[in-house]
T-cell receptor
Framework: SQQGEEDPQALSIQEGENATMNCSYK?????LQWYRQNSGRGLVHLIL?????REKHSGRLRVTLDTSKKSSSLLITASRAADTASYFC??????????FGAGTQVVVTP | DSGVTQTPKHLITATGQRVTLRCSPR?????VYWYQQSLDQGLQFLIQYYNGEERAKGNILERFSAQQFPDLHSELNLSSLELGDSALYFC????????????FGPGTRLTVL
């Protein structure tokens, strides 16, 4: 079963625009992690936000976490063609077991 | 490069066969996780080992088993393979349990014919 649900399922934007995707989850978490996957390849870790944090930045990425609403968002600013990928949120319990959402497919056109 | 290695990259086999997937975690990481990614089920957690001991089990079939060796590398054994076992199998590692990032290997693509 999947813990998280990403929204939207797909996103198409132009280079330079911002991309925002949301993740909702059902149970309490230890932390929430965002990953990127280029077509059929490995998962690249983007950012981890702990349950007691509300916002985190890493380069062009900004992640927010609202534990009261059980939701998180990932913002990619000034997108590039190289950002084209699937993005997954994953919630972690205290053992580290990750439960993934279905992902958001992002296409950035030049 | 995450530092997690997996072999082989691709595996093509027939139904009923048995295969072994291998994973070497990042240097110093004690936790190893196995995940399966398929079109219909998405990314599913299979099993976790910490310093040689099984820590948590997810949606892992009885036909599948895993172990972590003293040098911390791990193997996932899949037996009596079925067509539905065709998927990408990922290994991930982290330095501890649930508090740190998990870094994923490139995956093994298993095709069962």
């Amino acid at each position: 079963s999947q813990q998280g649900e990403e929204d939207p399922q797909a996103l198409s934007i132009q280079e330079g625009e911002n991309a925002t995707m949301n993740c909702s989850y059902k149970t309490s978490i230890n932390n929430l992690q965002w990953y990127r996957q280029n077509s059929g390849r490995g998962l690249v870790h983007l950012i981890l936000i702990r349950s007691n944090e509300r916002e985190k930045h890493s380069g062009r990425l900004r992640v927010t976490l609202d534990t009261s609403k059980k939701s998180s968002s990932l913002l990619i600013t000034a997108s590039r063609a190289a950002d084209t990928a699937s993005y997954f949120c994953a919630t972690s319990d205290s053992w580290g077991k990750l439960q993934f959402g279905a992902g958001t497919q992002v296409v950035v056109t030049p | 490069d995450s530092g997690v290695t997996q072999t082989p990259k691709h595996l093509i086999t027939a139904t009923g066969q048995r295969v072994t997937l291998r994973c070497s975690p990042r240097s110093g990481d004690l936790s190893v996780y196995w995940y399966q990614q398929s079109l219909d089920q998405g990314l599913q957690f299979l099993i976790q080992y910490y310093n040689g001991e099984e820590r948590a089990k997810g949606n892992i079939l009885e036909r599948f088993s895993a172990q972590q060796f003293p040098d911390l590398h791990s193997e996932l054994n899949l037996s009596s393979l079925e067509l539905g076992d065709s998927a990408l199998y990922f290994c991930a590692s982290s330095s501890s349990g649930g508090y740190n990032e998990q870094f994923f290997g490139p995956g093994t693509r298993l095709t069962v014919l």
